[in-house]
Structures are given as C-alpha cells and as structure tokens.
C-alpha cells in the first residue's frame, strides 16, 4: 500500500504558476504510476496527467485541456510527483487529487490509491 499527500495548492492570478507536490508513503514508489486528477464544483473527477512507473518508461500523458501549460515529473528518490502548471486559468480551478496504481498503465489510468487533495483557485 501507499499513502499520499498533496501539498502546494492555494490562490493565484490567472497567468500564474502553482507547483504541487505529492509525497509519497510505503515502499518500492519507482513502481507506481501517479497520476493528477481533479474536480471543480458541480462537476465530475476528471484526469489530468498521469506518468508511469519505472517499468513503463516515464511515459507521460496529459488532458488536451492542459496540454503546453502543466508538467508531470516524478522524483523516486524523493517519492514525489509533481504537477508544474503554468499560464493558469480561471477554469483550471478546482480541488486536485494525486492517485497511484502499482505498475500501473499510464494510458487510462484510473487510479487505486488516493490523497485527500489539495484547493487550486484561480482568479481572473
């Protein structure tokens, strides 16, 4: 099992850049896929980016939403992934999930385990 724990949300202007962070517990994290997902108000959870586990290459995908403006990276020393966003939007607000499926696909990821999240809100 892992446990996860989002971190690095907050308030900013739209054009901004947040980081967040998710830190990982447990063993052996280089063999999970992580991924981002998340979910505005009145909406459902939607998938951001997802990267793979060692196995898989550090293969990366993304939602066309956020395609050229968020980066997925992954640190296994550190057991942590991160979601760099950059050029951020009004309608990138929402609460932001970090998720992980031991050797997991990254194509379709779904997810197993789940941090509790963290609040991004972006004003215009």
């Known amino acids: 099992q892992v446990q996860l724990v989002e971190s690095g949300g907050g308030l900013v202007q739209a054009g901004g850049s947040l980081r967040l962070s998710c830190a990982a517990s447990g063993r052996a994290f280089g063999t999970y896929t992580m991924g981002w997902f998340r979910q505005a108000p009145g909406k459902e959870r939607e998938f951001v980016a997802t990267i793979s586990w060692s196995g898989g290459g550090g293969s990366t995908y993304y939602t066309d939403s956020v395609k050229g403006r968020f980066t997925i990276s992954r640190d296994n020393a550190k057991n942590t992934v991160y979601l760099q966003m950059n050029s951020l939007k009004p309608e990138d607000t929402a609460f932001y999930y970090c998720?992980?499926?031991?050797?997991?696909?990254?194509?379709?990821?779904?997810?197993?385990?789940w941090g509790q999240g963290t609040q991004v809100t972006v004003s215009s």
């Open positions: 998720a992980a499926d031991q050797f997991g696909s990254a194509y379709g990821f779904r997810g197993t385990y």
